[in-house]
């Protein structure tokens, strides 16, 4: 059974940092795209980042460039995002998910087959 399993979240003032963590099991780590998705309230659940463990591209949206990292530890089974210079609008539920057996990656929520059960990310001003 696969799953993945979200932790880091917290409470950060503007400007701090957090770093997330996807753990997953279930499956085998080596050909996988993760994504990270964040849903605030009464917001559509939106593309944040995401890793392809096959051709090794990462994609971010807009808003997060430059300040959002994307990064996976194959042997830990785990992949991150680390979260800098934290806004308010940043403030979400964060979830993971992801696709086995696939090339390549993106930021769409559909052709990802599992989910996590989120972590919640809030960033005082």
């Known amino acids: 059974e696969v799953q993945l399993v979200e932790s880091g979240g917290g409470l950060v003032q503007a400007g701090g940092s957090l770093r997330l963590s996807c753990a997953a099991s279930g499956f085998t780590f080596d050909d996988y795209a993760i994504g990270w998705f964040r849903q605030a309230p009464g917001k559509e659940r939106e593309g944040v980042s995401c890793?392809?463990?096959?051709?090794?591209?990462?994609y971010y949206t807009n808003s997060v460039k430059g300040r959002f990292t994307i990064s996976s530890d194959n042997a830990k089974n785990t992949v991150y995002l680390q979260m800098n210079s934290l806004k308010p609008e940043d403030t979400a539920t964060y979830y993971c998910?992801?696709?086995?057996?696939?090339?390549?990656?993106?930021?769409?929520?559909?052709?990802?087959?599992?989910w996590g059960q989120g972590t919640q990310v809030t960033v005082s001003s």
């Open positions: 998910a992801a696709k086995v057996n696939s090339r390549g990656c993106w930021l769409a929520r559909a052709g990802y087959d599992y």
């Open positions: 890793i392809s463990s096959g051709d090794g591209s990462t």
